[in-house]
């Protein structure tokens, strides 16, 4: 997304958030939709439990009315309702003791595939299986490394976003990185061990 464009974004976010601060509820409905599905991509990386994940978004979004008087306007509305987001996500895996959701796969989840020009089912296989496995991986790692790693890596959030976002400086960001994707691979690898030859 260029500069233009992210300025753009941010401008009509602003005006948005007063028009629903004024009274107008389609203006926030419009903040749902421009962010639900990103909100939504973000939170299967935590759960993959349909019904956990929907809760956990609407959640948010509800939380962020709630505080749309807070809002600043310093950062910009998706990096603070992100933030909103990233905490009712750990809140809830402290609530229930950060034990992974043993549920049946998201179809939705699922039928995620890489692009190809004609589909083949064992690339759809593979596709899945990868996915699977770098959930599960995921499931293992501490709550500050997980959530960094897919700010960095699943929503390719800028180093600067994701210092925004927690509240941290660009140098913790780059340590936390650096350490989940080291806790990634031993965690990958002890679970995984084919994966030390490729």
Not at 49 to 60: F, G, L, R
Not at 77 to 92: C, G, K, P
Not at 145 to 159: K, P
């Amino acid at each position: 997304m260029g500069i233009l464009k992210m300025n753009t974004a941010r401008k009509e976010d602003a005006n948005l958030v007063r028009n629903t601060l004024e009274g107008d509820s389609d203006a926030f409905q419009a903040l749902v939709e421009r962010y639900e599905v990103r909100l939504f991509a973000m939170v299967r990386h935590y759960t993959r439990n349909t019904m956990e994940i929907e809760d956990i978004v609407q959640d948010t979004f509800l939380k962020a009315y709630r505080r749309l008087d807070s809002f600043d306007h310093r950062s910009s509305f998706y990096t603070w309702i992100y933030r909103i987001a990233t905490n009712t996500v750990l809140d809830v895996l402290k609530r229930r003791g950060r034990s992974p959701v043993q549920a049946a796969p998201d179809p939705e989840l699922l039928a995620e595939v890489a692009p190809c020009d004609v589909p083949s089912p064992s690339r759809d296989i593979e596709a899945s299986e990868l996915r699977e496995i770098t959930h599960e991986v995921l499931t293992h790692l501490p709550d500050i490394f997980r959530t960094t790693l897919i700010m960095r890596e699943f929503d390719e959030m800028t180093y600067q976003e994701i210092a925004d976002t927690l509240g941290i400086s660009i140098g913790t960001v780059e340590s936390r990185l650096f350490r989940a994707r080291a806790r990634f691979k031993d965690k990958l690898l002890s679970l995984y061990p084919e994966f030390g030859d490729q």
